[in-house]
């Protein structure tokens, strides 16, 4: 499942990410990274956007950058 899929309220655990080395470094400066728990807080109108937390600190994410977040839902 991919993180894009998630909807506000769920509560999901990272898998995997399958993006640019520029994009996992980012990421993982914000603490999302493989293992990390993370809830969606908030989406855009056609959820061009998404909110989530992880360990706290809400990060914005695009649609298409969620869309290379693998996940497993809790």
């Known amino acids: 499942?991919?993180?894009?899929?998630l909807n506000k309220g769920d509560r999901a655990v990272v898998k995997r990410i399958d993006s640019s080395e520029d994009l996992r470094v980012r990421l993982a400066s914000f603490g999302v990274v493989r293992g990390s728990e993370l809830s969606v807080e908030a989406c855009s109108v056609g959820k061009q956007t998404m909110e989530i937390s992880v360990d706290g600190t809400l990060i914005g994410i695009r649609a298409d950058e969620a869309k290379e977040i693998e996940v497993e839902k809790i």
């Open 1 to 5: 499942m991919r993180l894009s899929e």
